[in-house]
């Protein structure tokens, strides 16, 4: 029986109009469910419920009539990509009196609006992938996770490479820009670490290292990304410029990988890292979990990749520089300093993202630390205090105007202990102090250990002790090996050529 308050469906009219058909209607009611009154309704009336609803009719005036099709509309018109948020604001502007809850209703119908008149939206078309086939490389900007090292913000991206079919995804740290330098040592650590290489490359054009380059810089640019790819049997690809979907397999993959980061950084409590060594190794054991989630397909799509070739090709970019009687070079905008002997020679500089390594000739002398211009129109100082340090004994008032005084300093008590002889002492004896500082650290070796003591001493308000610290960091006789030389006697070098003769 029908359960009074209960309307009467669609399902239980079709049941009764067909039980009708072989039963009286009191019985055809009853198996429907319904009541007899109900019954006699619906053979006056034959309609489906459904059919009988009246349509939801306004229950208030409509705040935007008036203005919609005269306002709304020509604007929508004239600017499609105008926000609905910003067509309000306006609405508002030139109707005071509006009210501001029909914000939500105006969105809703700049929605159907746009569905039926808008203009065409482009389509994303969905690809067919083949294991082997495609890989895809991008950067990530990772500033906005505010990781530090040694408590110094880390102004990085990374390099982000993905097979596309099974998932596999490699990261590398890159402390510069988008550059040939950074791609090239990206991408061969991806293609080594998978053990292979897919048919097709494909990368965004490289939009961010063709910036401010001329055209045949760009055009070297090219020439040598092609020969990269065609190192490994790769045909390189670049999308549309500016158009991000069509790299979007990897686009979409950056967020996860970010989403990654940051939920690893919060559960380690803590952003700060000892070395970048250390944050490099953090970010490899991140993605080696993404890739141990897609093992299988990745083990599948490896054994289709073309065989890596027999060593890697070069992964920087050659200059030649020339030593100047500063004992530095400059290039791109960042002052090295250099050991004096090399003053006048010209060396063969491999400009790696992170690093420089020197050589004169064929022989690899020293890596430096790679620098870079915070402004890029202000140049930077990647200064050793070792590499000067013996002629700035001889002349220690230079050290007051020097160019690159603050960053000579090795650490910041150094610096500190500096600024406080020159108001206590005077400029001479404060260089001349600050000197002897600099090469005790780099004589005896003790750099960290005398940082300490100058720390605690500008804690304290005291100026450093140069005779104790002259005691202090000298050598210990009783720590000096004892050398006992034994002269052998004439007549035993007399027996030997005698022997020899026989």
């Known amino acids: 029986m029908r359960v009074p308050g209960c309307h009467i469906n669609d399902h239980q009219m079709r049941l009764y ?69 910003a067509i309000f604001e306006e609405l508002r502007r030139r109707h005071p009196d509006l009210d501001p809850g029909v914000r939500r209703t105006l969105e809703r119908r700049i929605r159907a609006w746009r569905a039926r008149f808008g203009p065409d939206q482009e389509v994303i078309f969905r690809q067919v992938h083949e294991p082997g086939r495609l890989g895809l490389s991008d950067f990530t900007d990772m500033g906005d996770l505010a990781v530090t090292v040694a408590g110094a913000p880390l102004d990085h991206r990374l390099y982000h490479f993905r097979l596309i079919w099974s998932g596999f995804e490699h990261a590398h740290v890159i402390l510069g820009g988008e550059s040939y330098v950074a791609l090239a040592e990206g991408l061969q650590n991806a293609l080594w670490a998978v053990g292979g290489a897919p048919i097709e490359h494909r990368s965004d054009s490289l939009s961010a290292a063709f910036r401010n380059l001329d055209a045949d810089a760009r055009a070297d640019l090219t020439t040598r990304y092609d020969a990269l790819c065609e190192h490994y049997g790769m045909v390189p690809t670049r999308n549309n410029r500016g158009v991000a979907h069509e790299n979007g397999s990897i686009e979409s993959s950056h967020g996860h990988l970010k989403a990654a980061v940051r939920d690893a950084l919060l559960l380690r409590g803590a952003c700060d890292f000892d070395d970048l ?117 001889r002349k220690p008032m230079a050290l007051l105007k020097l160019v690159y005084r603050n960053q000579l300093f090795p650490r910041e008590a150094y610096r500190q202990t500096f600024e406080r002889l020159l108001e206590a002492v005077g400029e001479r004896a404060a260089c001349k102090q600050a000197v002897e500082l600099l090469s005790m650290a780099h004589e005896r070796a003790c750099e960290a250990e005398l940082n300490e003591l100058l720390a605690d001493g500008l804690a304290a308000g005291r100026l450093p002790d140069m005779a104790a610290l002259r005691l202090r960091f000298a050598p210990d006789p009783a720590a000096l090996p004892e050398v006992v030389v034994e002269l052998t006697p004439l007549a035993d070098y007399d027996a030997l050529l005698m022997g020899e003769a026989a």
């Not at 009708?20 to 198996?31: E, R």
């Not at 004096?340 to 050589?359: A, C, N, P, Q, T």
């Open 17 to 85: 109009m067909k039980l009708k058909q072989t039963n009286p209607v009191s019985v055809a009611a009853a198996k429907a469910g319904i009541s007899m009154a109900s019954a006699y309704r619906i053979n006056a009336d034959p309609s489906l419920p459904s059919q009988r609803k009246k349509p939801r009719e306004r229950r208030r005036p409509d705040p935007l009539a008036e203005i919609f099709e005269t306002e709304i509309v020509p604007l929508l018109e004239a600017a499609p990509g105008l926000r609905a948020v």
């Open 277 to 393: 060594a250390t944050y490099r190794q953090f970010i490899d054991e991140i993605v080696a979990r993404k890739n141990r989630r897609n093992g299988a397909r990745i083990d599948s799509e490896r054994a289709v990749l073309q065989p890596l070739p027999h060593a890697r090709t070069s992964d920087y970019e050659e200059v030649i520089v020339t030593v100047t009687s500063t004992s530095s070079f400059t290039l791109r905008k960042v002052f090295y300093t250099v050991p004096s002997r090399l003053i006048g020679h010209r060396l063969r500089v491999r400009l790696y993202d992170d690093r420089l390594d020197l050589f004169i000739g064929g022989t690899r002398l020293m890596t430096l630390q790679r620098g870079r211009s915070a402004d890029h129109a202000t140049h930077a100082h990647v200064v050793d205090y070792r590499h000067v340090i013996h002629s700035l004994r």
